[in-house]
Each structure stands twice: as structure tokens, then as C-alpha cells.
């Protein structure tokens, strides 16, 4: 099938260029996450498989970013008069081992952030059954990517828009779409369920809707970026390149954003109680009690069960 819109070699540079512009923010809001995660913490109290997460992201990306410079490179300098057809032609070979590595990358990292989200809806949640359709999905996000990814590898000089090639990796963005919609969902649904069955403590209540607020934004941010790249593949446009690559950062951007809001909401949480603690009514200390044993259900090493936990440790009446 024949591609359309901007040249292939014009997208391939747009895309590299976009994609360079968010790496150095998503770089930044990295820097920004692993000071909120351990500066003033004890190396105990430090949320290991949170920080682990997001170095493994910021190296995943880094990886892509160096590897499509690498593809520019090659195809617009290297090969630009030695490969028939021209750096269109170069660019449009899914077979190219460039073309191959970066979308391994962009397949792991679909698959680790889309497993974070259905291990927070989980934590969350507290009930294996919740995340069972959930977890169906991931398995096909993780099928339908790798053979994606090994179908590239074993194409001869095609284009992502041929007729195989094309249907795995739709399947491969509808799969991660649903279940990044369904995740989020089920975890804005249950914040909000708390938030409401605490709506009584000011402080609480304060603190838990700015993070699902953040939670539904980072989710419709990525969904937007998955919905227009697979319009573009149905419509066989290469404006898939550049949604594609700007994806890859923008997955990070918007893990991180949700550890910073929580880091931020947590310190102003802390500053409420420091500075109303002696004020605080007899009646904001019963509920405070009667909600103490429905919180800390959801305490875990989480991000957001942290959370949860310091909401339960902060609002423990003293007598």
C-alpha cells in the first residue's frame, strides 16, 4: 500500500527533531523525579521499584533518541546516494536494522508503562478480578509488539504500510489504547471513591484529587498521541513516523508528572498538618478514626500506596 502525505525523509528528520525537543523535557522532569523520590528521604524509606521504573524509562528513551539519530544519519548522509530510491526509500525499509532496534525499544517501553498502570490499578484496587481484562490486554500489547517488531526484522525492503506489517501494528496500538484507557479509568474511579468516602478531612481530600486530576490528564495526554498514530496508520499517512517517536518521551513525561504531582501534594499534605494540627476540631479527629482503617488498606510500596499510607500515618489522632 502506498504512503501519503509529507515525504518519508521529511518526517523521518521531523520526527527526530520533535522528538529531541521532549527527550530534553522528559530529561529534566527525570531529574525532577529522582530528587522528589530520594532527596530527604533514608535510603530505606526510598521507593525502589518506583525509581527503578523511572530510570529504566530515561534509559529506554535515551536508547531510542540515540538510535534514531543514528537512522538520520545513515539515511540522509551515509546512504543518500549509494541506497536506490534515495533517503526515502532508505527510511521507508522496515527492514533496516536502525528501524528494527528503535521500535524493540518503543515496544519494551509500551509494555513497562502499560504494566505500571495495571499494577497501580491493582495496588489500588486491592482485587485480582478488577485487573483481569487488564492484563488480557497487556498480553496482547506485548504479542501483537514483539511479532510486530520480528515481522519488521524479517521483511525484505518493504514498508510499515504493507498489508502485514500494518495490521500487527494497528492491533499492537489498539491493544495498548484499551488498556491504558481501562487502567486509567478503573484508577481515576477508585481515587475518586475515596476521596469521596473521605470527603469530611480537608487536608485529604485537598491532596487525593490533584493526583487523580494528574492521573486522568497523563492518561488522555498518552491516548491522544496512540489515537492520532493509529489514524495515521489506517489512513497509511507518514505522519506515523513523527506521532511514533514524540511517543516515546511522551510515555515518560507522563510517568513522571504523576510522581511529581503525588512528591508535591505529599509536602503541602505535611505543611497542612504542621500548621493546623492544634486547631484541628474534635469532629475532624473522629472522622480522621473512622477512616483510618478504610486508608490503610491501600498501603503498599506503590507510588500511589505510598501515598495513601502517609494520607493514614498523618492523620493518626494523638491523644
Known amino acids: 500500500m502506498a504512503s501519503r502525505g509529507m515525504p518519508m525523509d521529511a518526517a523521518v528528520a521531523m520526527s527526530a527533531l520533535l522528538e529531541g525537543i521532549l527527550y530534553g523535557f522528559s530529561a529534566l522532569m527525570f ?15 526510598i521507593n525502589r521499584p518506583v525509581t527503578v521504573v523511572a530510570i529504566l524509562l530515561m534509559i529506554l528513551s535515551t536508547a531510542h533518541m540515540a538510535v534514531n539519530i543514528i537512522r538520520v544519519e545513515d539515511g540522509l548522509v551515509k546512504y543518500r546516494d549509494t541506497y536506490p530510491g534515495g533517503p526515502s526509500a532508505f527510511f521507508q525499509d522496515v527492514s533496516q536494522d536502525t528501524y528494527v532496534i528503535k521500535h524493540a525499544f518503543y515496544v519494551m517501553q509500551t509494555i513497562l508503562v502499560d504494566g505500571v498502570v495495571i499494577y497501580r490499578c491493582y495496588i489500588v484496587w486491592q482485587s485480582v478480578w478488577v485487573i483481569i481484562v487488564p492484563c488480557m490486554l497487556w498480553c496482547s500489547v506485548a504479542v501483537t509488539g514483539i511479532y ?10 518493504s514498508n510499515i504500510f504493507a498489508e502485514a506489517l500494518a495490521l500487527w501494528s494497528a492491533a499492537f496500538l489498539a491493544s495498548t489504547i484499551a488498556t491504558n484507557l481501562l487502567s486509567s479509568a478503573l484508577l481515576a474511579y477508585r481515587i475518586w471513591m475515596i476521596e469521596h468516602a473521605v470527603s469530611t478531612v480537608r487536608a485529604l481530600k485537598s491532596t487525593v484529587m490533584p493526583i487523580m486530576r494528574m492521573l486522568v490528564d497523563a492518561a488522555v495526554l498518552y491516548t491522544v498521541v496512540l489515537f492520532t498514530a493509529l489514524i495515521c496508520f489506517v489512513c497509511s499517512n507518514n505522519g506515523e513516523t513523527v506521532v511514533m517517536d514524540m511517543a516515546m518521551p511522551i510515555m515518560s513525561i507522563a510517568f513522571y508528572m504523576v510522581l511529581i504531582c503525588i512528591a508535591i501534594n505529599r509536602n503541602s499534605r505535611s505543611y497542612y498538618f504542621s500548621t493546623s494540627h492544634g486547631t484541628t476540631s474534635e469532629a475532624e479527629h473522629g472522622n480522621s478514626q473512622h477512616h483510618m482503617k478504610f486508608l490503610q488498606v491501600y498501603a503498599s510500596q506503590s507510588t500511589l500506596g505510598s501515598t495513601f499510607h502517609l494520607f493514614s500515618r498523618s492523620m493518626r489522632p494523638t491523644f
Open 31 to 45: 531529574i525532577g523525579t529522582i530528587c522528589a523520590l530520594t532527596c530527604n528521604h533514608r535510603m530505606q524509606d
Open 148 to 157: 510486530a517488531v520480528y515481522s519488521c526484522s524479517q521483511a525484505s525492503s
